[in-house]
């Protein structure tokens, strides 16, 4: 199973960025989907996820600013991203896990400035 994530870029603070998973198959019907970051000298840290069965959780730090979801044909995961703060910036990977897989995409890189 292949990933591959799209739409980072640079965005200034208070901006608006949507990220998309995309698999090579509909996968999270019966996996769950992930986004972490990692910043510059950090390690990588969990965001977001979506499970298989559609319940949502995320970290304390994007609460009520950050949304995952996933298209009808359980392809894609997306992680829309608001009010964005210079401390959002890192690259975002992509994890799909399940009982038969742990995948994780290239990465997308998310610049915010202040």
């Known amino acids: 199973v292949q990933l591959v994530e799209s739409g980072g870029g640079l965005v200034q603070a208070g901006g608006s960025l949507r990220l998309s998973c995309a698999a090579s198959g509909s996968i999270f019907s019966t996996n769950n989907g992930d986004w972490y970051r990692q910043a510059p000298g950090k390690q990588r840290e969990f965001v977001a996820r979506i499970t298989s069965g559609g319940s949502t959780s995320y970290a304390d730090s994007v609460k009520g600013r950050f949304t995952i979801s996933r298209d009808s044909a359980e392809k894609t995961v997306y992680l829309q991203m608001n009010s964005l703060k210079p401390e959002d910036t890192g690259v975002y990977y992509c994890?799909?896990?399940?009982?038969?897989?742990?995948?994780w995409g290239q990465g997308t890189q998310v610049t915010v400035s202040s």
């Open positions: 994890y799909a896990w399940g009982q038969l897989i742990r995948n």
